[in-house]
């Protein structure tokens, strides 16, 4: 397995990350235990989950994947063996979630406290801000509008809020994720005219059917030491094929879940029919092809892989063996340049 550095911290992260947002709703707790012990046996050192998940997320299942997170750290031991990454709910209107979640200096020291407590452990090494307070372009919206400027937590008290937990050693470094350029400029910015805690990681979508980051955050991750830690590398499981032709696999995310219809344009079916042919004609897996792109990105640090059965977990780890040729990259280029932006 390949380490990158993470950001400019002193902490090497596995290029394969174990995703986790399927625990507690689509996997139980001994399927999450088993998912992290072959991922150690794999050398993978990289967890991501957030305070929110599992997803679809509810309120009977708040914070469930990182209790079975935490009971595994106590069944095992093997804290000290894993880089743990956890994010801190954006705004939103969860009144569930102390009243209705901001990303305040009161919200930000009470949800870590929460978190430490299900993970059962005393420090986390990367926490990530789930999404801006603002208002801006998240999870593919397109156009812009702003909301009362008056109500939105400045990014600079929530940057304090971080830089008091580095100080007071709960956590190690911090990162955003769902951000916009100009949000990581802002971070970087206050950070070093105020003396703050830097971000480390930006975590984003990042797929072949979604490269939108490559428009104005890839050179940012790169040249400011800001990787991307990319989720959703499969857009959701569509670019493993199992939903093409209209196909709804019992058990599968987007059969049981409706609400999950980011990739399922008709765009985005004829993208993933193309790509999927593309792997088939070099005699490939589409799930390891598409997930061998993201990971030899120069802007990536991470590939968060997420699965719901142990075959898909071994086949997604491998994907870090392959090494795509320059006639399979040239074929996705031609895919991509025929569906340039297919899914928002």
């Known amino acids: 397995m390949e380490y990158r550095r993470l950001g400019r911290s002193d902490l090497e992260v596995s290029r394969i990350c174990l995703g986790t947002m399927t625990w507690g709703e689509q996997n139980s707790e001994a399927q999450a235990h088993e998912q992290m012990d072959y991922a150690r046996e794999r050398d993978i050192n990289f967890f991501d989950v957030a305070e929110m998940y599992p997803v679809p ?17 106590a069944k095992t031991g093997r804290r ?25 200096r009161e919200q930000i020291k009470a949800a870590v406290e929460g978190s430490l407590k299900r993970l059962q452990t005393d420090y986390i090494d990367l926490y990530q801000l789930h999404w801006p307070d603002r208002s801006t372009n998240t999870f593919g919206k397109l156009g812009y509008s702003v909301i009362d400027e008056d109500d939105v937590v400045t990014i600079e008290e929530t940057l304090r809020a971080c830089d008091e937990l580095v100080r007071e050693g709960k956590v190690r470094r911090i990162g955003v994720s769902n951000e916009t350029p100009w949000g990581v400029s802002e971070y970087l910015r206050l950070s ?8 480390d990681s930006i975590q984003n979508p990042y797929n072949l059917l979604n490269r939108s980051f ?14 991307l830690l990319a989720y959703s590398p499969l ?11 209209g196909a709804k696999p019992e058990g599968a995310r987007l059969t049981l879940f409706e609400r999950f219809k980011r990739y399922s344009t008709d765009n985005g079916k004829a993208a993933v ?4 042919q593309v792997a088939r004609d070099h005699g490939l897996d589409p799930a390891q092809m598409a997930l061998s ?12 892989i997420g699965a719901t059965t142990m075959d898909q977990l071994k086949s997604n780890i491998d994907s870090h063996e392959l090494v795509l040729s320059s006639a399979v990259l040239a074929d996705i280029e031609a895919v991509h340049h025929r569906y340039p932006y297919p899914c928002p």
């Not at 939103?92 to 979640?101: E, F, L, Y």
């Not at 490559?214 to 990787?227: C, P, Q, S, T």
Request: proline share 4%; aromatic share 10%; charged share 30%.
């Open 57 to 73: 997320p509810r309120p009977e299942t708040y914070g469930r994947t990182e209790e079975y997170i935490g009971t595994w750290f």
């Open 80 to 104: 000290d063996e894993v880089i743990l990454a956890t994010k801190v709910f954006g705004r939103s209107d969860r009144k569930d979630v102390r009243g209705g979640p901001r990303l305040s």
């Open 192 to 199: 070093r005219e105020e003396g703050l805690a830097r971000i």
């Open 214 to 227: 490559e428009v104005g955050l890839a050179e940012m991750a790169y040249r400011e030491d800001v990787g």
């Open 235 to 245: 857009a959701m499981g569509t670019l493993s094929g199992k939903y093409s032709g």
């Open 273 to 276: 029919d193309e790509y999927v």
């Open 293 to 304: 792109y993201i990971n030899d990105r120069p802007f990536v640090t991470s590939n968060i």
